[in-house]
């Protein structure tokens, strides 16, 4: 379904290399690509990969039994995919996040249960946001539902918010917290679920199968979307991304964007990195220089990442943030 756009991929990936991508090292600091080692179109743009919105969602079989499940979700006039893993064993369901409504969860769930019988058992909040959340109250209410205390405190503020819409799908707590690490026997699989540090929201859990070697890293991971940073943690993410590479892991399962081949997600996955990086780099350049917050918005030239997914709304978030950082004001600072 991706076959007509691939010539021209292919194309410029020829010419990459034949400038020399894979002998020398890159001096250029506008771009973060690496040597790519398959001919996927690296994008999170769905119909730049020549799908169709009738192509989701889309379910893929990691390992037995354990399933990513990919549904586009609109932000502005793009469109990219949302990504949820479930892993399905005979003593129950485990789901790593929702989607972003109880319609689209809900959608989920009955794809599930066309795969198996067995009921949801454990719901994972990795991500708080609410295009992983807002959805929940379609899971069982007898579910365990599992989150970092930081995400824990979000939600609860959100469900007391006074501005709250009254017609809006209730909230749904976690029953239990996990602070640093929690190892679930289900059905004779072990399923650890990890805090690894502050990074996209700052209650960042990742779901780790030992034996499959999978680590679904949630929203920590964007797949050829812009570093979003509205409650990002800049620096630490870098370093809690650096901790999931240092993992025994064969497939990185990102929050958002495509959930390609094992090895195209753990090169992205470093080209995801080094975009963070560069995002920290270019906004840290400019306060130093003595930009003010507008200006550097306005001035910033972020080279090749101007083309990745959310770009336009997430690029000034991002500048913003990483001043917070350098001025010490991010939540839950102690200068
Ligand atoms: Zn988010």
């Known amino acids: 379904m991706a076959t007509r756009a691939l010539p021209l991929l292919w194309t410029v990936a020829i010419i990459s290399s034949a400038c020399g991508g894979s002998t020398?090292?890159?001096?250029?600091?506008?771009?973060?690509d690496s040597v790519l080692t398959e001919d996927v179109i690296r994008t999170a743009d769905p119909y730049a990969r020549g799908y169709t919105d009738g192509d989701f969602p889309r379910i893929k079989e990691l390992a037995t039994g354990v399933y990513s499940y990919e549904q586009l979700r609109s932000a502005g006039e793009e469109r990219f995919a949302t990504v949820s893993m479930f892993v399905v064993t005979n003593e129950g369901v485990l789901v790593a996040d929702g989607q972003g409504s109880v319609e689209e969860t809900q959608r989920m769930i009955d794809r599930i249960a066309d795969i198996t019988d067995q009921p949801i058992t454990h719901v994972v909040i990795c991500s708080d946001h609410g295009d992983h959340t807002?959805?929940?109250?379609?899971?069982?209410?007898?579910?365990?539902?599992?989150?970092?205390?930081?995400?824990?405190?979000?939600?609860?503020?959100?469900?007391?918010?006074?501005?709250?819409?009254?017609?809006?799908?209730?909230?749904?707590?976690?029953?239990?917290?996990?602070?640093?690490?929690?190892?679930?026997e289900l059905g004779g699989r072990t399923i650890e679920i990890l805090f690894l540090g502050r990074a996209h929201t700052g209650g960042d859990l990742v779901v780790h199968l030992p034996e499959e070697k999978i680590l679904f890293m949630s929203e920590a991971y964007l797949n050829r979307v812009f570093p979003a940073m509205r409650s990002a943690y800049p620096s630490e993410w870098v370093e809690m991304i650096e901790r999931a590479q240092a993992m025994d892991i064969d497939t990185y399962v990102p929050g958002h964007g495509f959930v390609d081949s094992?090895?195209?997600?753990?090169?992205?996955?470093?080209?995801?990195?080094?975009?963070?990086?560069?995002?920290?780099?270019?906004?840290?350049?400019?306060?130093?220089?003595?930009?003010g917050l507008e200006d550097a918005q306005i001035?910033?030239?972020?080279?090749?990442?101007?083309?990745?997914?959310?770009?336009?709304?997430?690029?000034?978030?991002?500048?913003e943030q990483v001043y917070a950082e350098l001025d010490g004001t991010l939540p839950g600072e102690s200068r």
């Open 134 to 184: 807002a959805g929940n109250s379609a899971f069982p209410a007898d579910a365990e539902f599992l989150a970092h205390p930081t995400s824990s405190a979000t939600l609860e503020a959100s469900a007391n918010a006074p501005n709250r819409d009254v017609n809006a799908p209730p909230i749904v707590l976690p029953s239990q917290i996990i602070d640093e690490r929690e190892v679930l």
């Open 299 to 319: 001035q910033a030239n972020f080279g090749d990442l101007e083309s990745w997914s959310l770009f336009t709304s997430q690029a000034p978030r991002a500048i």
């Open 262 to 291: 094992s090895a195209v997600l753990e090169e992205e996955l470093d080209t995801y990195r080094r975009a963070v990086i560069r995002v920290i780099e270019l906004a840290t350049q400019q306060y130093e220089e003595g930009y």
């Open 24 to 32: 020398q090292e890159d001096t250029t600091t506008d771009r973060v």
